[in-house]
């Protein structure tokens, strides 16, 4: 196997040490975008006089045709290539000759592996938008579902408030929200051209950059060469972004695998996505939630294998950057197939609305049961320390404060009067909620409404 160095050296490469550095096993994967950055770079060549327009004519035909074979034949992007980049080329000069010799002309690999994966991430990085999307929007059909259905929050894993189910619900939304935006400003920060740098310190042809950026659809030139053979934060904003979302998918994982439990059992996971277990026959196992939470492991190890690579290079290219790729394509993929189950799981699942009723009932009401008598004149921190105590009285009786007598209620604080058995019921403590971001059953509804818009404007944004 002829290399695209070969010149340089008197002796054949070391075999071994040639396939282990090799990268084409898994930068096949950047084919496309290596096509269509060699394209541009060819319509370029042709614009500074490097190229007749002839030649970059033929080597555009042959590189589209290229292209179209790999893209209906993913077998056929395939050899003993030392990467892709050379794939590329030994199909072209063995098509072209002399005049496929000529398109490397000013252009380095280094520039052209970094041009490669910020291609290929502003195309894929739209598909896990639309898998996160397509998750708020299985929550948000949850979310509606749920009605006016009414569960516990917590707080240090401990019963806190009534809240709706819906709401509950909703709070899964609003972090996966910001993942896609966190997702969209990856996209945002690949968008710069690094075709110009050469390997180090520029090119010496009068490419037309700025219009190389513009069909490739970048929106800017690199600031300078030596930084951007190197700069490969726009690869580690990416993990950023995919790890911050498979920790969210895992929080979320986590509550529904506790709250399908048999202790709570809010929920119910359909039978198509349990598992069962090989000795226990009573076992309904929530595997692909657990799957997605280990995974979430996977997700940021590629976050810090990326970052400590990154960390000790000397500037300009070095060998170690090409350990980026094994990261960006695991991370990708990771997040797809977690994303594609958790979606599947929502949308399997059932709300047991009377256990979580149940459970939002009870001493988890105090806080209301002291709202009330501010709402009578009492300090909050007087109100505190009364419910306080009576909190404390029924659980020694083991029993809840709608058993209470008036006379009770009046013993704990003279401020209390009949209409305090209504005021302190789940319903009510859900409606006396007065802010937008609140339970209350109207805000909770414009979220809904609003979530349901949003998902409108965003849904099949895939094809930019
Ligand atoms: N396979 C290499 C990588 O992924 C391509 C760039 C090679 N450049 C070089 N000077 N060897 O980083």
Same mark, same amino acid.
């Given at each position: 196997m002829s290399t695209l160095w070969s010149g340089r050296f008197d002796q054949a490469p070391d075999a071994a040490a040639f396939e282990w550095g090799s990268s084409f096993s898994f930068d096949r994967r950047l084919f496309e975008d290596d096509v269509t950055g060699s394209i541009a770079w060819a319509r370029a060549l042709a614009g500074a006089g490097v190229l007749t327009a002839d030649e970059s004519a033929s080597i555009q035909r042959v590189l589209a045709a290229i292209l179209e074979q790999g893209r209906t034949? /993913?077998?056929? %992007?395939?050899?003993?290539? =030392?990467d892709v980049h050379s794939f590329v080329e030994r199909l072209l000069v063995a098509e072209l000759g002399d005049t496929g010799k &000529? @398109?490397?002309? #000013? &252009? +380095?690999r280094n520039e052209q592996v970094s041009l490669d994966l910020r291609l290929y991430l502003r195309r894929r990085i739209p598909v896990l938008q639309q898998a996160v999307a397509a998750i708020v929007s299985a929550l948000t059909r949850q979310a509606r579902s749920a009605g006016d259905a009414l569960m516990p929050s917590y707080t240090h894993f401990r019963p806190a408030q009534p809240v709706l189910v819906a709401h509950f619900i909703m709070a899964h939304a609003a972090p996966l929200r910001r993942d896609f935006v966190r997702l969209e400003q990856a996209r945002q920060e690949a !968008?710069?051209?690094? @075709? #110009? +740098? !050469?390997? %180090?310190?520029?090119?010496s042809y009068s490419v037309d950059v700025e219009s190389i950026a513009r069909e490739l659809g970048f929106d800017r030139i690199v600031a300078n060469s030596i930084d951007a053979s190197s700069d490969r934060d726009f690869a580690a904003t990416f993990l950023y972004a995919v790890s911050l979302t498979m920790v969210h998918l895992s929080r979320l994982a986590e509550d529904l695998i506790i709250l399908c439990g048999d202790e709570h059992r809010f929920f119910e996971f359909s039978d198509a996505l349990s598992t069962g277990s090989s000795m226990m026959p009573q076992k309904k196992n929530p595997d692909p939630l657990e799957l997605v939470r280990g995974k979430t492991g996977r997700a940021i190890g590629d976050l810090m294998a990326l970052l400590t690579t990154m960390k000790g290079i000397p500037s300009g290219?070095?060998?170690?950057?090409? =350990?980026d790729k094994h990261v960006v394509f695991d991370a990708e993929d990771t997040l797809a197939g977690c994303t594609a189950v958790v979606k599947s799981v929502i949308d399997g699942l059932s709300l047991n609305r009377a256990r979580a009723a149940a459970a939002a009932s #009870?001493?988890?009401l105090a806080t209301d049961v002291a709202d009330y008598l501010v709402g009578k004149g009492v300090p909050f921190r007087t109100s505190h320390e009364i419910v306080g105590a009576l909190v404390r009285k029924l659980i020694v009786e083991q029993?809840?404060? !709608?058993? @209470?007598s008036l006379d009770e209620w009046r013993a704990a604080s003279? &401020?209390? =009067?009949?209409d305090v058995v209504e005021r302190v019921t789940p319903a009510a403590s859900v409606a006396a909620k007065r802010t /937008?971001? +609140?339970?209350a059953p109207g805000a909770v509804q414009q979220a809904i409404a609003e979530s349901e818009a949003w998902y409108a404007s965003v849904a099949g944004g895939v094809g930019r």
């Open positions: 034949n /993913p077998a056929f %992007v395939d050899g003993a290539d =030392e &000529r @398109l490397h002309t #000013g &252009r +380095s !968008g710069a051209l690094t @075709l #110009g +740098s !050469g390997a %180090v310190a520029g090119t290219y070095n060998k170690d950057l090409q =350990e #009870g001493l988890l029993r809840e404060f !709608g058993a @209470l003279d &401020r209390f =009067e009949a /937008p971001q +609140s339970t």
